[in-house]
């Protein structure tokens, strides 16, 4: 499926939620990221995400530290790699990006953090008060 494909399936809710994984998140940032401004990027990822789940029926489903977290680190490492590199390329540079469990986000943040209700609801900075 190209870029324009994806974007459009998944904006549009066509994509199949079993179709639409962490990889597939970390993708669509950097699609978005291609596209726009980081925050322009960043409002469209997150208000496509919430759309998505809820769509899906699972509209509890969307957690802001986590997808903010993963946002900014596609983002810093996209800076970090050559003009015009292909997603398999960022990819393959960066696999701990594409882990889930156990997750990068480990690295930063105390698994209470990324528990609590507080950080599914707004974005705690990394060593945060929960």
Same mark, same amino acid.
């Given at each position: !499926?190209?870029?324009? =494909?994806?974007?459009? #399936?998944? +904006? @549009? ?7 639409? $994984? *962490?990889?597939? $998140? ?9 596209? *726009?401004?980081?925050? =322009?990027?960043? #409002?469209?990822?997150? =208000?496509?995400?919430?759309?998505? %789940?809820?769509?899906?029926? *699972?509209? @509890?489903?969307? $957690? ?10 596609? *983002? =810093?490492? !996209? %800076?970090? @790699?050559? &003009?015009? +590199?292909?997603?398999? &390329?960022? #990819? %393959? ?18 698994? +209470? ?14 060593? @945060?008060?929960?």
């Amino acid at each position: !499926m190209t870029d324009d =494909e994806f974007v459009r #399936a998944f +904006e @549009g809710c066509t994509l199949p939620n079993s179709a639409f $994984h *962490h990889r597939d $998140h970390v993708r669509l940032a950097w699609i978005y990221l291609r596209r *726009h401004p980081a925050l =322009e990027a960043l #409002a469209r990822f997150t =208000e496509g995400l919430r759309r998505f %789940a809820a769509f899906n029926g *699972h509209p @509890g489903l969307y $957690h802001e530290t986590i997808t903010w977290a993963y946002f900014f680190l596609i *983002h =810093e490492r !996209m %800076a970090d @790699g050559p &003009e015009g +590199e292909t997603f398999e &390329e960022l #990819a %393959a540079r960066n696999p701990d990006l594409l882990a889930w469990k156990p997750s990068i986000l480990d690295r930063y943040y105390d698994p +209470e953090t990324l528990q609590s209700e507080r950080a599914r609801r707004v974005f705690v900075m990394p060593g @945060g008060i929960q």
